[in-house]
């Protein structure tokens, strides 16, 4: 398999989700997961395998795009229409593609394990995110 193929303008959050809104610290795309950098204050593309630790557990998902220094919201719980299908039943991860989503097969040697959250339908992903520290 693969990291889900997420169209971002068909990226809704919904009525159940909790937000926060930040600055983007560089390009992101609406679907993609994201941390908050303790150092910038801004929020950036989180990686599972990433040599920056605070990047290996995902803060939320992003609810608009966004360029450096712009504004965006994010989604940290709550459904949120994902604008890719998914599994129902299914638990889905933060990728070592900086800012991806995958699902549990996709699990490989080296990367952090963050759980993003649990599929509802084939479009909404329940958010409830986890990351207990274990690497692979």
Do not use: F, H, R
Request: contains cysteine; proline residues 4%.
């Amino acid at each position: 398999m693969a990291d889900l193929s997420i169209t971002a303008a068909n990226v809704v959050a919904g009525s159940n989700a909790v937000k926060k809104s930040g600055v983007g610290g560089e390009v992101i795309a609406a679907g993609k997961t994201v941390y908050l950098s303790s150092t910038t204050k801004k929020w950036m593309l989180a990686d599972s395998n990433s040599a920056t630790a605070e990047a290996k557990k995902a803060g939320g998902i992003a609810l608009n795009g966004c360029a450096l220094d712009q504004p965006i919201v994010v989604q940290t719980a709550g459904d949120i229409t994902i604008g890719a299908t998914l599994t129902a039943g299914s638990p889905y991860y933060l990728s070592e593609t900086p800012g991806g989503i995958q699902p549990a097969a996709d699990l490989a040697s080296g990367e952090n394990v963050c759980l993003l959250g649990l599929a509802k339908s084939a479009t909404v992903l329940s958010i409830d995110i986890q990351s207990p520290g274990v690497t692979l």
